[in-house]
RNA sequence: UGAGCGGGCUGGAUGGCUGCGGCGGCGUUGGCCGACGAGGAAAGUCCGAGCUCCAUAGGGCAGGGUGCCGGGUAAUCCCCGGUGGAGGCGACUCCAAGGAAAGUGCAACAGAAAGAAACCGCGUCUGCAGGACGUAAGGAUGGAAAGGCGAGGUAAGAGCUCACCAGCGGCCUGGCGACUUGUCCGCUAUGUAAACCCCACCUGGAGCAAGAUUGCGGGGAGAGCGGGGCGGCCCGUCCCAUUCCCCAAUAAUCGCUUGAGCCCUCUGGCAACAGGGGGCCUAGAUAGAUAGCCAUUCUCGACAGAACUCGGCUUACAGGCUCGACUCACAGA
RNA sequence: GGAGAGAUAUCGAAGUGGUCAUAACGGGCCGCACUGGAAAUGCGGUGUACCCUACCGGGUACCGCGGGUUCGAAUCCCGCUCUCUCCG
């Protein structure tokens, strides 16, 4: 899990970064990005609608994204605020596969750094 | 041995590393340690309550609900025990099961006629291509045709009379009661109340996004015999008048978990349940906590995630365990 | 989390106990007419599944799904499924 200071925390923000930012997308997820904040700061939400799936698999979908994501944390360019949409077809797909299609997008979106695997 | 019936329980396990949530303790900016951390349905939101605000929720009407009887309960459309009906060889299961003799409506098509019926037929009279009267035994229609069947009776017929049977009402017997027994008396009334309705009982409205407190901002009305609340109407009643009303996806804190609670046991009761004694504390988030990786193992794991809290109902569910002085069939003693 | 509404043909919809869905009415689609060609207009046709039939054609079922009440249900009652709206 993440700690709560990189979670996005208020629907406020979540409007921002829909509405601000720019996304891409592969068949499990949709990222949304929008640059802001301090410097440092690094802050990401997850978003799973109801067609994934009933409340079992939209938490298991949201726990694995989480999961994923503080794996790649420390490869992340800071200074952003994400969100990640999982799409239906994450209902079915597995941690690693749901994993490289997290570091896909952020490769794409030129967010992540170089560094240790 | 096989096939069934009725309950009850369970819903992968163990360990390691890295993590998450609130809580407690220690530190006192960032941390460290500890125990705890989803369900039997957490679901659907179909009932009933607590709680909060609207008046300390009050009367009438309307509307809504329930509907065999008795009991249980905080309460219910729930549960238990009985009555009646339906199904099954049986254990047992299922049933919105008051009133059609208070009144009204509806019953298409067919049929003469759908409730106090005359088309054909039958009989009598008239004296005739027909008409009048009587008649519900027969024909035909329909889901349903005026209780069934036999005998007497008659012009022909008819519960008109009688026997048996069926149903309804009364009386008697038993039962708190639904209901029931009867060799008694009267009657023969179509179906529909998940049509209006009648009877009995219950029912104010909204919902934790309720609501309370604190703080920031915006807009409007303003000396009004009126305005506002009690979201159907009337009554009744309360509040306001130098303040009142409205808007906001503005924020924080509270509401937020100890409760008709769970476990064991005794007593009363056929039971639901009630009472006494002892023990226990068991999620409380707010983009919303259980995950990732690895190892071992088994029968390879169903339906599925708390959001104010309980009691029920309904629906979904791989498999496994268990109880019964439960049933049937076959075989043996 | 809570409160409510709806589901009828390809689409929008009417029908609210019989005869009666001729699935009305409107849009779309197809064909014909008009035109040099089109648009507009007019006329006709047009659901799915199963069954019968050599052909013409005909029959039955389907009103989201499953039960119930009734002689009879798209309509009344109960239980599910899906879709949509509102509440800070």
Redesign the pocket.
């Known amino acids: 899990?993440?700690?709560?200071a990189y979670?996005?925390?208020?629907?406020?923000?979540?409007?921002y970064v829909y509405a601000r930012g720019r996304s891409a997308a592969t068949p499990l997820l949709s990222l949304v990005q929008v640059k802001s904040g301090p410097p440092g700061c690094l802050r990401v939400?997850?978003?799973v609608s109801?067609?994934v799936?009933?409340?079992?698999?939209?938490?298991?979908v949201?726990?694995?994204l989480?999961?994923?994501f503080?794996?790649l944390l420390p490869q992340v360019t800071p200074g952003r605020k994400l969100?990640f949409v999982a799409r239906p077809a994450a209902a079915e797909a597995?941690?690693?596969k749901l994993?490289r299609d997290m570091r896909g997008l952020l490769r794409r979106a030129k967010l992540l750094r170089p560094g240790p695997q």
């Open positions: 899990m993440l700690a709560k979670r996005l925390q208020r629907n406020s923000e979540f409007r939400g997850f978003s109801k067609k799936g009933g409340a079992v698999v939209r938490n298991r949201k726990r694995r989480r999961a994923a503080r794996e969100i597995d941690y690693d994993r």
